[in-house]
């Protein structure tokens, strides 16, 4: 049976795809932009009251999901963090003309994946104009179920939108994977706060830019 972190990955990259395949259209031009605008707006509100249904957001959250081959019990966790991770996408790329998640691979940029944390000190550097920033960090690491983290993150993710700070939704939707697993949370909140932390305005700059490069090339 493969590892923890080997099916988070799968996971994580299977999000990945969709999310690059919706941003190529989003961002585009004609009817696939069109299509991909009106899968954003039906997932932005699924689960809202007399919002949108199951079955109208099934291409975009279930084609495909049989062929990661997951045990009943993670089918159940990996779909609660897809499900989490194109919502969180769809409110993070509405109404931005440029993309917002980093879809390219570590490879490709010629730099080490950003988490979560990385992003968290992009919206804003100085520490001391951050701390509602931090505090809502805090908050996630504070609750257990996924409506909650997804709540907490959702606000940040507004905030990474309004100052134009994009996502590595890869590494995004495998954190989402493990924090359903009690004895991976710890690494997935250090990891978090080791980029906050140790991020600098210079470095994140010229790795942003070197991301948007790769990106403007898939």
């Given at each position: 049976m493969p590892s923890l972190y080997e099916r988070a990955h799968e996971v994580a990259l299977f999000t990945q795809r969709k999310?690059?395949?919706?941003?190529?259209?989003?961002?585009g031009k004609g009817s696939d932009a069109a299509d991909a605008r009106a899968s954003l707006a039906r997932l932005r509100r699924l689960g809202m009251p007399g919002g949108t249904s199951w079955?109208?957001?099934?291409?975009?959250?279930f084609e495909g999901l049989l062929d990661?081959?997951?045990s009943e019990a993670d089918e159940k966790r990996a779909l609660r963090a897809i499900t989490a991770a194109l919502r969180?996408?769809?409110?993070h790329q509405q109404s931005k003309d440029s993309p917002m998640a980093i879809t390219s691979s570590s490879e490709e940029t010629g730099a080490r994946r950003r988490s979560f944390g990385w992003s968290c000190r992009r919206i804003e550097y100085d520490k001391d104009k951050a701390k509602g920033v931090r505090r809502r960090m805090?908050?996630?690491e504070g609750v257990r179920d996924m409506d909650g983290i997804e709540h907490h993150m959702r606000a940040l993710i507004?905030?990474?939108?309004d100052k134009g700070v994009r996502v590595d939704y890869y590494l995004l939707t495998?954190?989402?994977f493990l924090l359903q697993f009690p004895g991976a949370r710890g690494d997935v909140f250090m990891r978090w706060g080791r980029d906050y932390f140790t991020?600098?305005?210079?470095?994140?700059?010229t790795d942003e830019a070197a991301g948007a490069s790769a990106d403007e090339k898939n």
């Open positions: 999310i690059a395949r919706l941003q190529r259209a989003y961002v079955a109208s957001v099934g291409e975009d959250l990661l081959a997951l969180l996408y769809a409110y805090a908050a996630i507004m905030l990474m939108r495998r954190d989402l991020t600098v305005s210079d470095e994140a700059t």
